[in-house]
């Protein structure tokens, strides 16, 4: 199993070099850019004798020009200078393997507009996402699977049917649709004001104590968390329960029944460990979404500054470095995350064996 690990581990390079090179190849498709987006910028700038000073991604550098009413753009020189102090004047191979030798030593560079480095935005934005993703995982895992697992053994149940119609009402609400709703009842809208509706933590944070600082971090993330996990569920739900089904009608489960074995023993011992290999392999995409894409409606609507938030702002603004570091930031948490599936599937099922697989 060590020679597995570290072989996978091992993969992860390359794996990572051609995600971060099919997404530099789109981007040198995609027209627009910084350049551009600054240039349309000072275009704008009609003030007699009004100054646009430019700071370059590592801060050190600026440009200042001045524009008179009348002038009829921005001289070429301007934009030169603009493509050097953005780093766009290389060629796109030089300039792709620049940015590998600088993320693989975990140098992300600066953000073109906020003049500060990508780590360390990253940092700032992280508790959020993080929050947000961890704690709604958690919940969507302990509410799915006992609930599946109920609706497979009692399947055509009364409690099978009500069940699912619970559940296809939440899949078929969007979550930034719940989340707009829980904010009119509960966040002030038109009812009740029982939760905040920005940030975090409070204002105060910092000097509550200890019990009160738990409180108020579960205080601020309780509609965000739930307006993420009412859509969530659904899926973990139908997955488990089809999962379950699939392997209680195998014809190991019909031997172990005639061998006399009870039914919650047939279910734990046997079934349990075999059906829920398709859930495990689920966790890391589930995951990684939720800390990235679910996540940025939710972070819009509660004020919540996260990784969602930062990563579509930078493709907007056609902000590169925070746009491949963020990326380069997820691919590897995916990459982490399927290898400790793969353990968890050992872990599970000790009949699983990757490495005679991959001999």
């Known amino acids: 199993m060590i020679y597995y690990i570290i072989k996978r581990i091992l993969l992860i390079i390359p794996t990572l070099i051609g995600i971060m090179a099919i997404n530099f190849l789109v981007i040198q498709i995609v027209p627009g850019g910084p350049v551009e987006d600054m240039m349309a910028k000072l275009s704008h700038i009609t003030d007699t004798g009004a100054i646009s000073r430019l700071t370059s991604g590592g801060g050190n550098e600026t440009i200042e020009t001045r524009f008179y009413r009348g002038a009829s753009g921005i001289e070429e020189e301007i934009r030169l200078e603009l493509t050097r102090l953005y780093g766009l ?57 006992p609930i599946g697992i109920l609706k497979a053994i009692r399947d055509g149940s009364r409690f099978d049917i009500s069940t699912s119609t619970i559940i296809m009402v939440g899949y078929a609400i969007p979550n930034f649709l719940f989340a707009i709703l829980l904010i009119i009842v509960f966040a002030g809208g038109e009812y009740f004001q029982w939760f905040p509706l ?23 993330l309780t509609l965000p968390v739930i307006a ?3 859509s969530g569920f659904a899926g973990l739900t139908l997955l488990t329960k089809n999962s379950f089904i699939d392997e209680i009608h195998k014809q190991y489960v019909t031997t172990a029944r005639a061998k006399g074995l009870a039914e919650p023993q047939i279910i734990i011992q046997h079934v349990f460990r075999n059906a829920m290999l ?28 996260g990784l969602g938030l930062l990563g579509f702002e930078a493709t907007v603004r056609h902000d590169y470095p925070i746009m491949f570091g963020t990326l380069f930031f997820f691919s590897l948490l995916g990459l982490v995350l399927k290898l400790v599936s793969d353990l968890l599937y050992v ?13």
């Open 89 to 145: 004047d290389k060629p796109p191979l030089e300039r792709f393997f620049i940015m590998l030798k600088q993320y693989f030593t975990f140098d992300f560079g600066t953000s073109f507009y906020r003049d500060r480095t990508v780590i360390e935005l990253v940092i700032e934005k992280l508790p959020v996402s993080i929050s947000l993703g961890l704690w709604t995982t958690l919940i969507i895992y302990l509410i799915s699977i």
């Open 198 to 220: 920005r940030g975090l933590v409070s204002e105060d944070f910092a000097e509550l104590s200890l019990g009160e600082k738990i409180i108020d971090y579960f205080h601020h």
């Open 228 to 230: 993420m996990t009412i």
């Open 278 to 305: 398709l859930i495990i392999s689920s966790f890391p995409g589930a995951l990684v979404a939720l800390l990235f894409t679910s996540s940025l409606l939710i972070e819009v609507i509660f004020s919540l500054d």
């Open 347 to 359: 872990l599970i099922d000790p009949r699983i064996d990757f490495e005679k697989r991959a001999g």
